[in-house]
């Protein structure tokens, strides 16, 4: 079964803060996702990748930058954390409309 | 663009009645893939059953679905609830589009409650 891992699990920051999110896939998919989930709006992509040096907005990519530097590994970047940022995000990672795989989880607070 | 609407936020069963999640989807494309994930507290979201096959049932762990094409639905169904299926329940559409890929859309989520 793919692997996908997220660091951290939690993270406290405060508004303005620099935050990076990191996520690395151990199953040689070619697609990653960073997604967030928030109550009454279920999961919203925020940014994917088809390979390394691929980017690809997502449906929600304000206040978000990210970047894949290998096939593995997919980093979700706040430069100036805002408090509607405050949320659970979800690495994943896939094949072309194949199963879906899920990392743990980042929940993130912005104070 | 395409969109996938579940009706219910929350869904409250007595364990044993039969579970039937909502999903009814819009998109431009002929041939939608639908897919069901679920979450479960503290645990990763996973595939629970997928289908492209227009009038086809999918089964997977006891619960069923049918992607309804003159109808745009994929409801989840189960036969009889039980206490582990309380989770959260998403509806995802996406579309292959000649070979090239097609990001998925999630529905907004139905939480599932069991109770004893």
């Known amino acids: 079964e793919a692997a996908v891992t997220q660091s951290p699990r939690n993270k406290v920051t405060v508004t303005g803060g620099n935050v990076t999110l990191s996520c690395r896939q151990t199953n040689s998919h070619n697609y990653m996702y960073w997604y967030r989930q928030d109550t009454g709006h279920g999961l919203r992509l925020i940014h994917y990748?088809?390979?390394?040096?691929?980017?690809q907005i997502g449906d929600v990519p304000d206040g978000y930058k990210a970047t894949r530097t290998t096939q593995e590994d997919f980093f979700l970047l706040l430069e100036l954390a805002s408090p509607s940022q405050t949320s659970l995000y979800f690495c994943?990672?896939?094949?072309?409309?194949?199963?879906?795989?899920f990392g743990s989880g980042t929940r993130l607070t912005v104070l | 663009g395409d969109s996938v609407t579940q009706t219910e936020g929350l869904v409250t069963l007595t364990e044993g009645l039969p579970v039937m999640l909502n999903c009814t989807y819009q998109t431009i494309y002929s041939n939608p893939f639908l897919f069901w994930y679920v979450h479960y507290l503290n645990e990763s979201p996973r595939l629970l059953l997928k289908s492209s096959t227009d009038n086809k049932r999918t089964e997977h762990q006891g619960f069923h679905a049918t992607l309804h094409k003159s109808s745009s639905s994929f409801h989840l169904q189960k036969s009889s609830a039980q206490l582990s299926d309380s989770a959260l329940y998403y509806c995802?559409?996406?579309?292959?589009?000649?070979?090239?890929?097609?990001?998925?859309?999630f529905g907004a989520g139905t939480r599932l409650a069991v109770c004893p």
């Open positions: 995802a559409l996406s579309a292959l589009l000649s070979g090239s890929f097609n990001k998925l859309t």
């Open positions: 990748s088809y390979g390394a040096g691929n980017l």
């Open positions: 994943a990672s896939s094949d072309v409309l194949e199963t879906l795989y």
